[in-house]
């Protein structure tokens, strides 16, 4: 049995030291001006927008770039720990993975989700190109 063990556990370690070693590649936007977003086929992209959900508004997802990427997680909102005040701005952040070369439109509006018919208050708008 333990001359079974041996290799399997060799080709095991040498599978994980490889996985380990490969570099994880993430592109992280959180203005305009860092687009377009240029990301490797099955890398993530990291998009971090300031929000203040307690004034009513919300960023809400219009166009994913579902073509090139998926969502990997809903959005989540965190604020900082040293604000300390109740009612203070945080960041909205949501992770997408890159499943397919083309290109794609990754685009948000900051708007009140009861009033649709509204216009924005504030657009985010980043071209997607994945190789």
């Avoid at 086929?41 to 990427?69: F, H, S």
Wanted: charge should be neutral; charged fraction near 10%; include cysteine.
């Amino acid at each position: 049995m333990s001359a079974i063990r041996l290799p399997l556990t060799l080709a095991l370690t040498a599978l994980l030291a490889a996985c380990a070693q490969q570099p994880h590649h993430s592109v992280t936007v959180s203005k305009e001006q860092q687009c377009p977003a240029l990301l490797g086929n099955g890398k993530t992209l990291t998009l971090i927008l300031p929000t203040n959900p307690t004034t009513g508004y919300r960023w809400q997802v219009k166009d994913a770039a579902a073509a090139v990427m998926h969502p990997l997680s809903p959005e989540v909102y965190s604020n900082p720990e040293d604000a300390g005040v109740v009612g203070a701005a945080g960041q909205s952040i949501w992770r997408f993975q890159a499943h397919a070369v083309g290109t794609g439109r990754l685009l948000l509006v900051l708007q009140q989700p009861w009033a649709p018919e509204v216009m924005p208050v504030q657009t985010f708008d980043c071209a997607i190109e994945v190789r």
